[in-house]
């Protein structure tokens, strides 16, 4: 019944419809073939490239964990642990059923990327890199860190204009009617918790951790940077879940009218994220003046 009110006032609120997007950014017609490159790609690939130029103006301030040479192997590294440790992480948390499809868990094309596996895939690249180099990988993930909320943002931007994963249904003034969301087409107006999470994952944690690099010394502490990005990210994650409709292969459990399968997989970044910041100020050590070279007086 309410819902069904809400849908009946649904001509009062913005439509996502009349905003004019598309997923599709750039039609291409190469050799009689036609491709679309969609947002979605360009906010990965944007995510990257701008992450990577904000990460060599992180390396040219005094003590950092790895030459520039690096960087660019970590960039290899870290695109890999992101396409392969998101698309596995969406797998196994999301779609585990895909299993029996072999075929359909290559169609990165259609979407399905997990973030927390993503997270877990650049952690492993990172870690590679650190030992085959002879370097702190703890400090390099506070580098990296600080880095990530580039590609949250722009990943947020395009889930919104792909018009995927909308919120639940409300009446407060700001709320978007997207469609074909219930069948029927009595589309009720909802949260753009898109918005909210390119808000609170890009905009604000970019800007505590951007504070916490340039204006005070916890990149010299070990594990404080990305200590904060962890707790930040589930928090933020934690909070939006609440306006966001959770995801469709999960209805009929208790994860779509409860808690959600995205809350649940921040709780271990939550809890890991207060341990890193608890315990960095004991980590803290004597800074190399470039890295990989010993200390010195």
Same mark, same amino acid.
């Given at each position: 019944?309410?819902?069904?009110?809400?849908?009946?006032?649904?001509?009062?609120?913005?439509?996502?419809?009349?905003?004019?997007?598309?997923?599709?950014? #750039?039609?291409?017609?190469?050799?009689?073939?036609?491709?679309?490159?969609?947002?979605?790609?360009?906010?990965?690939?944007?995510?990257?490239?701008?992450?990577?130029?904000?990460?060599?103006?992180?390396?040219?301030?005094?003590?950092?964990?790895?030459?520039?040479?690096?960087?660019?192997?970590?960039?290899?590294?870290?695109?890999?642990? *992101? *396409?392969?440790?998101?698309?596995? =992480?969406?797998?196994?948390?999301?779609?585990?059923?895909?299993?029996?499809?072999?075929?359909?868990?290559?169609?990165?094309?259609?979407?399905?990327?997990?973030?927390?596996?993503?997270?877990?895939?650049?952690?492993?690249?990172?870690?590679?890199?650190?030992?085959?180099?002879?370097?702190?990988?703890?400090?390099?993930?506070?580098?990296?860190?600080?880095?990530?909320?580039? =590609?949250?943002?722009?990943?947020?931007?395009?889930?919104?204009?792909?018009?995927?994963?909308?919120?639940?249904?409300?009446?407060?003034?700001?709320?978007?009617?997207?469609?074909?969301?219930?069948?029927? =087409?009595?589309?009720?107006?909802?949260?753009?918790?898109?918005?909210?999470?390119?808000?609170?994952?890009?905009?604000?944690?970019?800007?505590? #951790?951007?504070?916490?690099?340039?204006?005070?010394?916890?990149?010299?502490?070990?594990?404080?940077?990305?200590?904060?990005?962890?707790?930040?990210?589930?928090?933020?994650?934690?909070?939006?879940?609440?306006?966001?409709?959770?995801?469709?292969?999960?209805?009929?459990?208790?994860?779509?009218?409860?808690?959600?399968?995205?809350?649940?997989?921040?709780?271990?970044?939550?809890?890991?994220?207060?341990?890193?910041?608890?315990?960095?100020?004991?980590?803290?050590?004597? *800074?190399?003046?470039?890295? =990989?070279?010993?200390?010195?007086?």
């Amino acid at each position: 019944m309410i819902l069904s009110q809400v849908a009946a006032a649904s001509g009062h609120y913005l439509h996502f419809t009349d905003l004019g997007l598309s997923p599709v950014a #750039l039609p291409i017609h190469l050799f009689g073939h036609e491709f679309d490159l969609k947002w979605y790609s360009l906010a990965y690939i944007s995510g990257i490239l701008v992450g990577w130029w904000y990460l060599l103006k992180l390396l040219d301030q005094p003590g950092a964990p790895m030459a520039r040479r690096h960087a660019d192997d970590l960039v290899f590294y870290a695109t890999l642990g *992101i *396409i392969l440790g998101g698309r596995i =992480g969406y797998i196994l948390f999301y779609h585990i059923d895909m299993v029996t499809r072999p075929l359909e868990m290559f169609r990165l094309w259609d979407g399905g990327m997990s973030f927390h596996g993503g997270v877990i895939g650049t952690s492993l690249a990172i870690i590679y890199l650190a030992r085959k180099n002879g370097l702190n990988w703890l400090r390099i993930h506070d580098y990296v860190a600080a880095c990530v909320p580039f =590609g949250l943002f722009f990943g947020r931007l395009a889930n919104f204009v792909n018009g995927e994963l909308w919120g639940k249904p409300t009446t407060v003034p700001w709320a978007i009617v997207f469609p074909h969301t219930v069948a029927g =087409g009595m589309d009720p107006p909802r949260h753009p918790s898109q918005l909210y999470e390119a808000g609170l994952e890009g905009i604000v944690l970019f800007a505590v #951790l951007a504070f916490m690099f340039w204006r005070t010394d916890a990149r010299y502490q070990p594990g404080k940077l990305v200590g904060t990005f962890l707790l930040g990210y589930g928090l933020s994650r934690f909070f939006v879940e609440f306006f966001r409709e959770a995801d469709s292969q999960f209805q009929g459990t208790f994860l779509y009218t409860t808690i959600h399968m995205g809350q649940i997989l921040t709780l271990p970044m939550i809890i890991g994220g207060v341990y890193l910041i608890w315990t960095a100020k004991g980590r803290r050590e004597r *800074i190399e003046p470039v890295a =990989g070279t010993e200390s010195v007086a």
